[in-house]
């Protein structure tokens, strides 16, 4: 096929659509939904896909941690609720024994506790009492100040270290460092502030404050409380061992019989991205039905009007064949006018997912760092290819019946 003959179809489609401006904005309107869920969808993955990589570095790629329950879920609560606290003296025991990851320590929770600033408070607080060797660790990782030294912990020094929404919201000017706060009675100095590591899938994590170990059993003791073990494999090679000797050496200091199951749970970042990737699938299997509807009600739309357009058209067609033009010259005639009518609703799609993104980010997650304010491009070249594809597939028969007309019959339509 020459280049004339493609220019002269591409200048028939776009006078075709430019004389019937409505119609051919109604005939879209299918197409540009369907667009729109496009990108929406892939929007929402991106940030999905950047809050998953977040989460897993929050917790740590080689960190694993021993607790007596599972994180995610997965079982009945009253399953996890009957199994026997790990208690101070267990945890200890472990972390004397344990060869084979970097660092390993306990860790006591005291959650729901409030804080206190002069009249000011904060509640729903997770107050952590950890070891200096805490710093080595994601949730160690400080952005103003220092952690506790283990001079500090050993001697049970009223130190804290607060985390990144603590900070915030009772020192919003940003003094946190040399502050005094209560917790429980007791006063605290403010060393440290937690750099900001909360994700929408774990924002909890921002309201985390650290004192030393000792000081924490002190004030809230060890009666009744179970503790977890913060594992630090060092890196991601020696996960599976160091995972493995956590299993075997808990059995044995929890005396867990052969053939018996485990009672604690052995919690990583990989059952989040497992999490995420439920949801992910969730997302795509919802999207992808209001995609395929949306398409299929606009294929049948612009094949309507495209036989309606054959129609109107017939006597040009007749004319067209007789001067010579060949049936691949009228069908692509055709098939470019009704991937032009998919490509403006494309090009509207894009306008207005693009306000809506920005507007959304803005006043919803103005400090996420995980949702872009912009449609990103290769949605974009998705979305434009998308449209076309369903454009041809829509204008495919009208094309055909268009490219099959006899001239005589044709020119004799009217």
Not at 42 to 51: P, Q
Not at 246 to 264: C, K, S, V, Y
Not at 358 to 366: D, E, M, Q
């Amino acid at each position: 096929m020459k280049i004339s003959e493609i220019t002269e179809s591409a200048r028939f489609a776009y006078e075709s659509l430019n004389s019937n401006k409505l119609r051919s904005l109604l005939t879209t309107l299918g197409v540009v939904i369907g667009i729109v869920f496009v990108i929406l969808m892939g929007w929402l993955l991106s940030g999905l896909d950047a809050a998953l990589e977040k989460t897993v570095n929050v917790i740590g790629t080689d960190m694993l941690y021993v607790d007596k329950w599972n994180w995610s879920g997965g079982k009945n609560w009253r399953d996890y609720e009957s199994r026997k606290d790990i208690n101070l003296a267990q945890a200890t025991e472990f972390c004397r024994r344990v060869t084979t990851p970097e660092v390993a320590m306990p860790i006591a929770q005291k959650w729901g506790a409030k804080i206190q600033f002069k009249n000011q408070s904060i509640s729903g607080i997770s107050v952590q009492g950890v070891p200096a060797e805490y710093v080595l660790t994601p949730g160690g990782a400080v952005t103003d100040g220092r952690f506790f030294s283990k001079s500090e912990e050993r001697f049970g020094a009223d130190v804290a270290v607060v985390g990144y929404n603590v900070a915030n919201t009772l020192f919003p000017d940003g003094d946190a460092l040399g502050k005094e706060i209560k917790i429980r009675g007791h006063k605290f100095e403010i060393i440290g502030v937690v750099e900001k590591r909360g994700t929408f899938i774990m924002d909890f994590i921002d309201n985390q404050t650290f004192i030393p170990l000792q000081t924490f059993l002190g004030i809230y003791g060890t009666s009744g409380r179970s503790l977890s073990i913060a594992i630090k494999a060092g890196n991601e090679e020696n996960l599976a061992n160091a995972r493995s000797e956590a299993i075997g050496l808990m059995r044995q200091i929890r005396n867990n019989q052969p053939g018996q199951p485990d009672d604690f749970s052995i919690n990583e970042s990989q059952m989040f991205r497992e999490e995420i990737n439920s949801l992910r699938m969730s997302t795509w299997g919802v999207g992808i039905g209001l995609v395929s509807l949306s398409f299929f009600v606009g294929i049948i739309g612009i094949t309507n009007i495209m036989f309606v357009s054959v129609t109107e058209r017939t006597k040009e067609i007749g004319i067209r064949k007789a001067l010579g033009a060949k049936r691949g010259a009228i069908m692509l005639q055709f098939l470019m006018e009704a991937a032009a009518l998919c490509f403006v609703g494309a090009v509207i799609a894009f306008a207005f997912c693009s306000t809506v993104i920005a507007v959304v980010v803005k006043v919803f997650f103005s400090d996420s760092d995980y949702l872009s304010s912009y449609v990103p491009p290769q949605l974009l070249l998705t979305a434009s290819v998308v449209s076309i594809i369903v454009g041809i597939l829509a204008g495919l028969m009208p094309a055909l019946r268009a490219a099959r007309m006899k001239p005589i019959d044709a020119l004799r339509y009217e």
